[in-house]
């Protein structure tokens, strides 16, 4: 079940970053400016993001058994638009990419999916490896622009599209939920109020939206970064993100792991502490060969290992009734946490021409959400955990004088 909840992740966010390594191309045969070029690229991201949140209710409700061939299904039509008949003016590309965006859901059926077949000391590890389904992304980047070189425009929409239609089955077939599942007897708009009643929710909205936030804005931002600030050719600068990105990819299970064997507020700790440290360090623009390397690496995998220990400490301390929900919640902030910073970096360089001031921003995030963590959220964690009175043996649980055998009762 956890192998095919991944490639399910997968194949749906290949599908939801298929516009982004074409913005370059649609930015020049639809003479699109700047500003469109980023929103054509934004909409996925934002649709995807916000619908995280009735999805992953709708999840606690139907099940991933349900939920994943039909977000992967929904995510067929928008895909084949798009290569077809959707990619011959922006406002096409528009409409289609806000439908693209249904993919980029996905992720909040995956985790309470994953998070019923485990027990909670599991569960950190285990959403680690779904996570990694966010590698889709790297596929989409690595594949799109050379399809389309070699066999045009609706190639890489009809091979993701066949991808979808593929997995859809396999889902509807094989897909199964955890026994036991807890099915939620109220309305969805009552759940949600729920959920944004619940603290959880909301510390590790803000956890996620810095750790996988950074991710997402990393991948799509340093390539531009790395072209501007350091006059790197568009193929190496691209090289380069792509190993950030599998860096970040690989240390998310990497990150869930470690939340298993020492908890994911000590994971959090670390990882928070060296992000505002190498975006400290790369502030200062320092020679790219070794030191702002090194500074990008140990900042791609403190990411990812953040990412995945955010939703360990979601999978601890959830209620099981509403894990999809929290998660829509919590992975609606991440897509956000990611779509603001480059927006940011572009404002901050076009007024002053430099990255400085927008990697200072950086760290000073990443050392507030490190202080948030070790007070209110282990403070949150310990409670959560702690041994409650209902735990404790009391007068009517311990043993009592048993009566003495009668006849009827006496062995023969």
Known sequence: MLALATLGFAVNFWAWALLSPLGPRFKETLELSSFEQSLLVAVPVVVGSLGRVPVG??????????MFPLVSAATIVPVLYLGLAGHSSLGALLAGGFFLGIGGTAFAVGVPFVSGWFPPERRGLAIGVFGAGMGGTA?????????VDAHGMANPFLITAAALA????LAAVLLRDAPGRTVPAEP?????ADTARLSLTWQASALYAVAFGGYVAF???LPTYLKTGYGLGQSDAADRMAGFVLLAVAMRPVG?????RVGPVRVLTGALAVVAVGAAVQSATPPLAPVGTLAFLAMAAALGAGSGAAFALVALLAPANKVG????????????????PPLVMGVIFSAAGTYALGLLLLALVSAAALAFTVTRVRRAAAHATAPTDAALPTDATLPTDAAPPTDATRPV
Not at 166 to 169: F, W
Not at 256 to 260: I, M, R
């Open 57 to 66: 209710a709708l999840t606690d409700r139907y099940g991933g058994r349900v």
């Open 139 to 147: 596929v989409s980047a690595l594949t799109t622009v050379k399809l």
């Open 166 to 169: 593929v997995y859809a089955v």
């Open 188 to 192: 969805l708009t009552r759940r949600l």
């Open 219 to 221: 991948s799509v931002y």
């Open 256 to 260: 869930g792991w470690l939340s298993d």
């Open 325 to 340: 929900s929290i998660t829509g919640v919590v992975g609606a902030a991440g897509g956000l946490g990611g779509f603001i």
